[in-house]
């Protein structure tokens, strides 16, 4: 069989250095739990010095205010359109759990939306990460919740939606998270490297924690999975990748911090049953996008009532949320560059 050659090794590199000084952060990280994350402060858990470098040059997560000082949310005056209606608004949600749990979770947020907006807020849960982008680019959605990968490929593929807001990550009281790689506690697998043949699972190719930062990091480091991993398997959730690895059917997966550590506080996992071998640095988050085609006014209601959403209302992403703050392109553009240069393609536009 002929091997294909890995698309980084078409970049000059000066390139792959600064992009990746950071993703070759091999650490262990034994366990980790919410009551240790929250001792260390923000930007603390850097496991090697390329860390700090990459976050202004490559990912660069900013902002932790609720309202940031660019946004511009007043309602336009003496047209009428301050008391312009809302019709019936529909939201995507990526999966990232069992459908009965996040409806669980969406329920809350919900009735506030509707309350606040006073009109009726319909969420749908996609089956995979796919649809909510294809629902995106075929206008048949009002709003979605989606990863920065899934943003940044609906936005490829044609899709006319612009960010409106991010969740804030309660351990870190800042609006990003890290990609992490776990495997259970008893493997002999301390480093990246010691991956190599075998069995891992990915979530998804339109995840940023659990495919794109990972797979960086493997390439930097010169692996291949679907050449060098005895099993890669795509898993389609976080909560899937966790089952898969815990029922034994995989010996590591890609998944984020956030995540893992709610299923933790939630009494899904044990920190004593696994270990973390590899973490990020800080990475934009996942976010809300919302279609173009409704009127500004519109956009910056419920712009406002996202952030002015009560602590407490759970992130339906599956994390551990503070509530909302303003994003914008720019947040995302490093990602965008990460992805080109990685040659990564949005699969809806093939």
Same mark, same amino acid.
């Given at each position: 069989?002929?091997?294909?050659?890995?698309?980084?090794?078409?970049?000059?590199?000066?390139?792959?250095?600064?992009?990746?000084?950071?993703?070759?952060?091999?650490?262990?990280?034994?366990?980790?739990?919410?009551?240790?994350?929250?001792?260390?402060?923000?930007?603390?858990?850097?496991?090697?010095?390329?860390?700090?470098?990459?976050?202004?040059?490559?990912?660069?997560?900013?902002?932790?205010?609720?309202?940031?000082?660019?946004?511009?949310?007043?309602?336009?005056?003496?047209?009428?359109?301050?008391?312009?209606?809302?019709?019936?608004?529909?939201?995507?949600?990526?999966?990232?759990?069992?459908?009965?749990?996040?409806?669980?979770?969406?329920?809350?947020?919900?009735?506030?939306?509707?309350?606040?907006?006073?009109?009726?807020?319909?969420?749908?849960?996609?089956?995979?990460?796919?649809?909510?982008?294809?629902?995106?680019?075929?206008?048949?959605?009002?709003?979605?919740?989606?990863?920065?990968?899934?943003?940044?490929?609906?936005?490829? *593929?044609?899709?006319?939606?612009?960010?409106?807001?991010?969740?804030?990550?309660?351990?870190?009281?800042?609006?990003?998270?890290?990609?992490?790689?776990?495997?259970?506690?008893?493997?002999?697998?301390?480093?990246?490297?010691?991956?190599?043949?075998?069995?891992?699972?990915?979530?998804?190719?339109?995840?940023?924690?659990?495919?794109?930062?990972?797979?960086?990091?493997?390439?930097?480091?010169?692996?291949?999975?679907?050449?060098?991993?005895?099993?890669?398997?795509?898993?389609?959730?976080?909560?899937?990748?966790? *089952?898969?690895?815990?029922?034994?059917?995989?010996?590591?997966?890609?998944?984020?911090?956030?995540?893992?550590?709610?299923?933790?506080?939630?009494?899904?996992?044990?920190?004593?049953?696994?270990?973390?071998?590899?973490?990020?640095?800080?990475?934009?988050?996942?976010?809300?996008?919302?279609?173009?085609?409704?009127?500004?006014?519109?956009?910056?209601?419920?712009?406002?009532?996202?952030?002015?959403?009560?602590?407490?209302?759970?992130?339906?992403?599956?994390?551990?949320?503070?509530?909302?703050?303003?994003?914008?392109?720019?947040?995302?553009?490093?990602?965008?560059?990460?992805?080109?240069?990685?040659?990564?393609?949005?699969?809806?536009?093939?």
């Amino acid at each position: 069989m002929q091997q294909r050659n890995h698309p980084l090794s078409k970049l000059p590199a000066l390139i792959l250095a600064v992009i990746f000084a950071f993703l070759n952060a091999s650490c262990s990280i034994t366990p980790i739990t919410p009551e240790d994350y929250l001792k260390s402060k923000p930007g603390s858990r850097e496991q090697e010095a390329g860390a700090k470098e990459i976050i202004s040059v490559i990912l660069e997560p900013e902002g932790s205010n609720k309202i940031s000082g660019s946004d511009n949310l007043a309602i336009s005056p003496g047209n009428g359109s301050s008391n312009e209606n809302i019709k019936p608004l529909t939201i995507g949600v990526i999966p990232t759990q069992s459908f009965k749990e996040q409806q669980q979770m969406i329920q809350p947020l919900d009735e506030y939306l509707e309350k606040n907006l006073e009109t009726e807020v319909n969420f749908q849960v996609a089956s995979d990460y796919k649809q909510v982008v294809k629902w995106l680019v075929d206008g048949k959605i009002d709003m979605a919740y989606v990863t920065a990968v899934s943003y940044l490929e609906a936005l490829e *593929a044609g899709a006319d939606i612009e960010p409106l807001v991010a969740p804030i990550n309660k351990f870190t009281g800042r609006p990003w998270y890290r990609a992490a790689i776990i495997v259970e506690a008893n493997s002999n697998i301390q480093t990246l490297q010691q991956l190599r043949g075998k069995r891992f699972g990915f979530v998804n190719k339109y995840s940023t924690s659990g495919y794109l930062v990972p797979f960086a990091a493997f390439a930097k480091l010169g692996i291949n999975p679907e050449q060098e991993f005895k099993q890669t398997a795509y898993l389609g959730t976080h909560s899937k990748a966790l *089952a898969a690895l815990e029922n034994g059917d995989v010996d590591a997966v890609a998944t984020n911090i956030s995540y893992y550590l709610k299923q933790q506080k939630m009494g899904k996992l044990k920190a004593e049953d696994f270990r973390v071998i590899w973490e990020s640095p800080p990475i934009p988050p996942s976010l809300i996008v919302v279609s173009q085609k409704l009127s500004t006014d519109i956009r910056k209601k419920i712009k406002i009532s996202f952030l002015n959403a009560p602590e407490g209302i759970e992130d339906i992403y599956g994390g551990e949320s503070a509530g909302y703050t303003s994003v914008g392109n720019a947040q995302y553009t490093r990602i965008k560059a990460l992805r080109a240069n990685l040659e990564l393609k949005a699969e809806v536009a093939q």
